[in-house]
């Protein structure tokens, strides 16, 4: 099974790429990066169909 991943975007309003890292000590894991390279969003990616199962949790703002 393909893994599938959360569609992200960037702050230049386009789809992030995901790339892995080939630095250690994280590496091969995967992130989210901006396809043109300008902007600094920056987050682990995680397979959705890997995700544990969680209670619920709800946050609510303040
Ligand atoms: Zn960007």
Do not use: E
Request: with cysteine; hydrophobic share 30%; net charge positive.
């Amino acid at each position: 099974m393909i893994p599938r991943y959360r569609t992200k975007y960037c702050h230049c309003k386009l789809q992030a790429v995901i790339r892995v890292t080939n630095s250690d000590p994280n590496k091969g894991k995967l992130y989210y990066s901006c396809p043109n390279g300008v902007c600094d969003i920056w987050d682990w990616c995680k397979p959705i169909n890997t995700v544990l199962s969680v209670p619920t949790q709800r946050r609510f703002f303040h």
